[in-house]
């Protein structure tokens, strides 16, 4: 199941499928709220690390604050100093806090590192190049810039275009998802890939386990993701 719908009224509706298809086990992907089951078949999220515990549950997730510390030492390392973080609104969003880590554990005292935040509902091309635009005219010194979703990528790079700031060379860009478009949208641009595949094997490994009443070791199991440099970063290496 890819469960978007934040009603609470979901739950019910869950709780029929369950008895009306004889349903053994839910796979779930991306919920917006608790199954809500009644606990007597076994349940794996994916990419919900704040999925609620169970006896018959099973949480895995991407590692959001890794991710933002490796976008954050992409930057650091490409010599960034003055760094604009693109996010979304969400609360729950980890990724801008492991960027900080990057910049608190940067060994480097003598250098001081800014940082700008903005945030936005709208996580599309329009969002980014909103929020780029409305940075460049406060944060003028900008070096950096980090995308805590792949989308924003294409408006920041429009934005940053047109105010004649030229990425890699002035400005550095790094997005997160490593999505299709990461790959081909204006020669590509780095990201943090976050291990789908791996996430997915992983739940249908503990699935399977939960289903014969085997022993699961880990209930919250968290995936690394890794970064992939592209031409928004620097030169590639030969």
Not at 11 to 25: F, H, I, T
């Amino acid at each position: 199941i890819l469960n978007t719908n934040k009603s609470e009224d979901i739950k019910k509706e869950y709780r029929e499928w369950q008895s009306l298809l004889q349903v053994s086990g839910w796979l779930v992907l991306d919920s917006a709220v608790d199954f809500g089951t009644d606990g007597s078949v076994p349940i794996v999220y994916i990419n919900w690390s704040d999925a609620p515990a169970g006896e018959k549950t099973v949480a895995i997730s991407s590692d959001s604050i890794l991710g933002g510390r490796l976008a954050g030492q992409e930057l650091l390392l490409s010599g960034c100093r003055n760094i604009a973080v693109i996010t979304s609104s969400n609360p729950l969003d980890m990724r801008p806090e492991g960027l900080l880590q990057a910049v608190k554990e940067n060994n480097d005292s003598s250098v001081a590192v800014m940082l700008r935040y903005t945030h936005t509902k709208n996580v599309s091309f329009s969002g980014g190049y909103e929020l780029m635009a409305g940075t460049l005219r406060v944060f003028p010194g900008v070096d950096g810039v980090f995308c805590t979703a792949d989308r924003f990528v294409p408006g920041v790079l429009r934005a940053l275009k047109e105010a004649g700031r030229s990425v890699p060379k002035d400005v550095k860009v790094v997005g997160y998802d490593d999505t299709p478009i990461a790959s081909w949208f204006d020669g590509g641009f780095t990201t943090v890939r976050q291990e789908m595949d791996r996430m997915c094997i992983t739940a249908i490994d503990a699935m399977m386990r939960l289903l014969e009443e085997q022993p699961v070791k880990e209930k919250r199991i968290v995936i690394p993701g890794i970064l992939v440099r592209r031409r928004t970063t620097g030169p590639l290496s030969p």
